[in-house]
């Protein structure tokens, strides 16, 4: 390497210039310049020099190029990971099989752990809130009032633009739906009452004018049945307390990992944003397949000399993106780890839920729970959280 430069020591080449006489008449010859030719050792102390200084700036060069490899290969490395896992965690924010299934136990139309809570409200209603009448004992079961009802309630409530309206708030909703059509489906009342004439005579004596009317209070009888009263109602609300307990800790639980979610929604959505290097970017930069970069690095960096990749465009904007994968990495691992452990506390947050309804024989009937199916859904939400442990494990 080092001959290929000696033409560094051309200007240690001396010419010497001899005085020549001036023309004319008048010219007179003149003595030659003295110049002291120099001497070999100085020459090669200078050559020396120039040598030890080019293999400097060479050794500067290669140091340099050999840590841009090395950030290059670790920087694939790292991109690698970074196109796997950021797509991953953004995925595991919207975990459809857990989304599915705790759409399925919130849902109040869905049986999945026992009567659905349409139902309960329905027959609940059906028993509490329409009186059997005296003369709808010889009709066959499907043509009274309450059967009529809970017929009627269980197709308005199943109507596709009812269950829109159900799901913005299910629970209130469904309550006050039946209460009002309760209201209005119960047949009219035939009252009676009976008037003494000390009582007509009392009223008329508190008259205060000839043409004023009188007022007798009485207490009514519905010869129809039962009135449609408050204690009907607390009846009402009794029957189905348990089912609404039940879905008040349901969101209880929600409302405490909803902000936790949406603060790391809002991270992967700014980092995914940030992140603009890959595996595939940066082997699309250096024209290699990025299945077999690692080969083909090998192979492509003899092609040119240190000096040479180091101004190559190419080259430095791979660099570059090596970089940010380096710096970025750790930051999407630290988030794919906080997902992951919000995903397992949501799940282990329904199990702790669940469970303490199935080891709790009167609030577990109390709720309408079936208890196959109670166990059932508990075991499908350990599954989940089996799944995420064993994705943590794959990772470490």
């Known amino acids: 390497m080092k001959t290929q430069f000696l033409f560094a020591v051309a200007f240690l080449n001396l010419s010497f210039s001899l005085a020549q006489p001036k023309e004319g008449n008048d010219a007179t010859p003149t003595q030659p310049l003295a110049v002291e030719a120099p001497k070999p050792d100085d020459i090669n102390k200078k050559m020396k020099a120039i040598e030890d200084k080019f293999d400097e700036i060479l050794t500067i060069d290669a140091a340099k190029f050999a840590g841009a490899q090395e950030v290059i290969n670790q920087g694939l490395g790292n991109a690698a990971d970074i196109e796997q896992v950021l797509p991953t965690t953004l995925l595991l924010l919207d975990y459809n099989d857990l989304r599915t299934l705790t759409s399925r136990v919130n849902n109040a139309s869905d049986d999945k752990l ?9 027959n609940s209603a059906t028993e509490n809130l329409i009186p059997v009448y005296e003369d709808e004992k010889d009709l066959a079961p499907a043509q009274t009032t309450q059967a009529k009802f809970k017929t009627f309630m269980k197709s308005l409530i199943s109507a596709p633009i009812v269950q829109g309206l159900l799901n913005s708030n299910p629970i209130t909703s469904i309550i006050n739906n039946v209460l009002q059509q309760a209201a209005v489906y119960e047949k009219p009342r035939d009252v009676s009452f009976t008037i003494s004439p000390e009582e007509i005579s009392a009223a ?4 205060k004018n000839p ?10 009888t519905n010869k129809g049945g039962a009135p449609y009263d408050e204690k009907m109602v607390e009846n009402f609300y009794a029957s189905i307390k348990g089912r609404v307990n039940l879905y008040e800790e349901f969101k209880a639980h929600i409302d405490s990992v909803d902000a936790m979610n949406a603060n790391l929604r809002m991270q992967a959505i700014a980092l995914d944003k940030q992140v603009k290097t890959s595996k595939t ?15 083909e690095l090998s192979k492509m ?5 240190s000096v040479q990749w180091m101004n190559d465009k190419s080259f430095l904007v791979a660099l570059s993106l090596s970089n940010q994968a380096i710096e970025y990495l750790p930051l999407v691992l630290r988030l794919n780890q906080d997902v992951v452990n919000a995903t397992i506390a949501d799940i282990r947050g329904y199990k702790f839920i669940l469970s303490r309804y199935l080891s709790n024989n009167e609030a577990r009937k109390n709720a309408g729970l079936d208890e196959t199916k109670l166990r059932t859904c508990i075991n499908e939400f350990t599954l989940l959280e089996t799944k995420m442990k064993e994705y943590l494990k794959k990772k470490a």
Do not use: H
Not at 204 to 207: E, L, M, N, P, Q
Not at 211 to 220: C, M, Y
């Open 211 to 220: 043409g004023q009317a009188i007022t007798v209070t009485k207490p009514i």
């Open 281 to 295: 970017a940066i082997c699309r930069v250096l024209s290699i397949n990025p299945e077999t970069y690692i080969s």
């Open 114 to 122: 026992g009567s659905s809570f349409v139902d309960i409200v329905v």
């Open 204 to 207: 008329i004596a508190t008259k």
């Open 301 to 305: 960096y003899p092609k040119m000399t």
